[in-house]
């Protein structure tokens, strides 16, 4: 089964709970406390791996959730952190969310990581809340909730070998060859409208099982294609991150050089880097020539290229797409080709591995967040809004008296008690903040 497109619902561990704990020594009647810190939640990592070219590993399981972080314990001991989860992607993968649609990233290079969804802060234990005036605080923070997020992967191929040539030159008949793309293919300039993308599979061809790459047909270009003619240039960005170009010429034309330089011209036009990149010439439709004109063609376009590129000449290869001749020596020469694309991305990328500033992070529980806050009147009581004190509220234990004492010198430090006021609360009022739940005590 091929898999290109995966929802997933993704949930950041949760942070451990903070403890609470009094030292109890012989001869110490009446310890401090000593409640260890909850360890951090693991976050949702994603990374890329360039020899992944499906997201079927994905595809089994509909919800991954990272590691918790571990309670704190007595004797000051801080609770393990979660382990993180690394979820590997192809290549050229787009995440979105999947509740809003919206893009939040394109994966292009190898190895590229990115902390997705932060974990879940770890509760301070009850030692962390000693102070002048609370020497023995009898609470302690819970775990922040790990945020959860339903996204959506989509693979999108991307092509390391693409196909050129002027139109009707049977480029389509080719990828439909090598590959499982079914393009259009008909005897008129421009059937190809927009690009097709296939894989091809090695061991068709004596290779290995997961041996593969990716090639790309794009519309047939003519000259003066750069100034808009025939269907333009545009879709030559399809194949701007190929690593190759197999070049396509008809056998049947009377000037295959003169075919050869209007689709250089036209590259170079478009960008002199997509000009440079290493091509393959293919004379296509050999079937129709006795093997004597196969041969002079052949070797005269070879003649010609020597004469004007010297030892710029392009290699050239001649094939029928339609018997399948020549097609063999075609694909190997393509696979060595992409192999020695791959590593050398490969390489350039390894030192990015290192640099962990080009991480993004989605929710970043754990930097400064805002304390801004709105406060709306709901038909019962009051609602509190806002990301710090929705977050101090999902860490306290509304259970314990202490636990609210604090939430309430929260209220009045941030100043939501002297606005409460102001817009009327009164004492026992309904107070909500995220799926928490309190009374107003003034
Ligand atoms: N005899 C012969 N005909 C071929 C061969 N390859 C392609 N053709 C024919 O050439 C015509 C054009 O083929 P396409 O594959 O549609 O050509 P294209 O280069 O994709 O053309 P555009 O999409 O218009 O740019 C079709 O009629 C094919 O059957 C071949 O190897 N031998
Ligand atoms: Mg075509």
Same mark, same amino acid.
């Given at each position: 089964?091929?898999?290109?497109?995966?929802?997933?619902?993704?949930?950041?561990?949760?942070?451990?709970?903070?403890?609470?704990?009094?030292?109890?020594?012989?001869?110490?009647?009446?310890?401090?406390?000593?409640?260890?810190?909850?360890?951090?939640?693991?976050?949702?990592?994603?990374?890329?791996?360039?020899?992944?070219?499906?997201?079927?590993?994905?595809?089994?399981?509909?919800?991954?959730?990272?590691?918790?972080?571990?309670?704190?314990?007595?004797?000051?001991?801080?609770?393990?952190?979660?382990?993180?989860?690394?979820? &590997?992607?192809?290549?050229?993968?787009?995440?979105?969310?999947?509740?809003?649609?919206?893009?939040?990233?394109?994966?292009?290079?190898?190895?590229?990581?990115?902390?997705?969804?932060?974990?879940?802060?770890?509760?301070?234990?009850?030692?962390?809340?000693?102070?002048?005036?609370?020497?023995?605080?009898?609470?302690?923070?819970?775990?922040?909730?790990?945020?959860?997020?339903?996204?959506?992967?989509?693979?999108?191929?991307?092509?390391?070998?693409?196909?050129?040539?002027?139109?009707?030159?049977?480029?389509?008949?080719?990828?439909?060859?090598?590959?499982?793309?079914?393009?259009?293919?008909?005897?008129?300039?421009?059937?190809?409208?927009?690009?097709?993308?296939?894989?091809?599979?090695?061991?068709?061809?004596?290779?290995?099982?997961?041996?593969?790459?990716?090639?790309?047909?794009?519309?047939?270009?003519? &000259?003066?294609?750069?100034?808009?003619?025939?269907?333009?240039?545009?879709?030559?960005?399809?194949?701007?991150?190929?690593?190759?170009?197999?070049?396509?010429?008809?056998?049947?034309?009377?000037?295959?050089?003169?075919?050869?330089?209007?689709?250089?011209?036209?590259?170079?036009?478009?960008?002199?880097?997509?000009?440079?990149?290493? +091509?393959?010439?293919?004379?296509?439709?050999?079937?129709?020539?006795?093997?004597?004109?196969?041969?002079?063609?052949?070797?005269?376009?070879?003649?010609?290229?020597?004469?004007?590129?010297?030892?710029?000449?392009? +290699?050239?290869?001649?094939?029928?797409?339609?018997?399948?001749?020549?097609?063999?020596?075609?694909?190997?020469?393509?696979?060595?080709?992409?192999?020695?694309?791959?590593?050398?991305?490969?390489?350039?990328?390894?030192?990015?591995?290192?640099?962990?500033?080009?991480?993004?992070?989605?929710?970043?529980?754990?930097?400064?967040?805002? +304390?801004?806050?709105?406060?709306?009147?709901? +038909?019962?009581?009051?609602?509190?809004?806002?990301?710090?004190?929705?977050?101090?509220?999902?860490?306290?234990?509304?259970?314990?008296?202490?636990?609210?004492?604090?939430?309430?010198?929260?209220?009045?430090?941030?100043?939501?008690?002297?606005?409460?006021?102001?817009?009327?609360?009164?004492?026992?009022?309904?107070?909500?903040?995220?799926?928490?739940?309190?009374?107003?005590?003034?």
């Amino acid at each position: 089964m091929f898999c290109d497109q995966v929802s997933l619902i993704l949930t950041a561990g949760s942070g451990g709970n903070g403890c609470i704990s009094f030292r109890r020594e012989k001869y110490v009647p009446r310890g401090g406390p000593d409640g260890g810190d909850g360890g951090h939640g693991g976050s949702i990592v994603i990374k890329v791996n360039s020899n992944l070219n499906s997201l079927f590993h994905l595809c089994k399981k509909k919800k991954y959730t990272a590691e918790f972080g571990y309670p704190g314990a007595r004797f000051n001991k801080a609770g393990r952190v979660g382990e993180d989860l690394v979820l &590997e992607v192809p290549q050229g993968t787009l995440l979105y969310n999947e509740e809003t649609n919206e893009l939040i990233k394109d994966f292009v290079t190898n190895n590229e990581a990115m902390i997705f969804m932060k974990g879940g802060k770890g509760g301070f234990g009850n030692a962390h809340f000693v102070s002048s005036i609370r020497q023995a605080p009898k609470f302690a923070e819970q775990g922040e909730t790990g945020a959860s997020l339903t996204v959506r992967l989509e693979m999108r191929l991307v092509a390391e070998i693409g196909i050129i040539g002027l139109p009707s030159v049977g480029k389509s008949t080719l990828i439909s060859r090598i590959t499982d793309a079914k393009p259009k293919i008909a005897d008129y300039p421009f059937t190809t409208l927009i690009p097709n993308i296939g894989v091809v599979e090695m061991s068709r061809w004596g290779g290995e099982k997961n041996e593969t790459f990716v090639v790309a047909d794009i519309p047939g270009l003519i &000259e003066g294609a750069h100034k808009g003619k025939g269907l333009g240039d545009e879709f030559l960005r399809h194949i701007s991150r190929t690593a190759f170009l197999i070049h396509v010429l008809d056998c049947q034309s009377n000037d295959l050089f003169r075919d050869y330089k209007i689709i250089l011209n036209e590259l170079m036009a478009y960008d002199p880097v997509l000009a440079l990149r290493p +091509q393959l010439v293919v004379i296509n439709k050999i079937d129709t020539l006795d093997s004597k004109n196969r041969g002079k063609t052949i070797e005269d376009f070879n003649k010609f290229l020597k004469l004007n590129l010297k030892s710029k000449a392009p +290699q050239v290869l001649a094939i029928s797409a339609v018997t399948g001749d020549g097609l063999k020596d075609l694909i190997h020469l393509s696979w060595k080709a992409s192999q020695k694309f791959r590593q050398a991305s490969l390489a350039a990328t390894v030192s990015n591995q290192a640099v962990k500033s080009d991480y993004k992070i989605f929710r970043p529980h754990l930097d400064k967040i805002s +304390q801004a806050f709105e406060i709306l009147k709901e +038909q019962e009581g009051f609602r509190v809004k806002g990301k710090r004190i929705e977050q101090i509220a999902d860490m306290s234990d509304f259970a314990n008296k202490e636990a609210l004492a604090r939430i309430d010198d929260i209220f009045k430090k941030m100043g939501i008690l002297k606005e409460l006021k102001k817009i009327g609360a009164k004492v026992g009022d309904k107070i909500m903040i995220g799926d928490k739940l309190t009374q107003f005590r003034g």
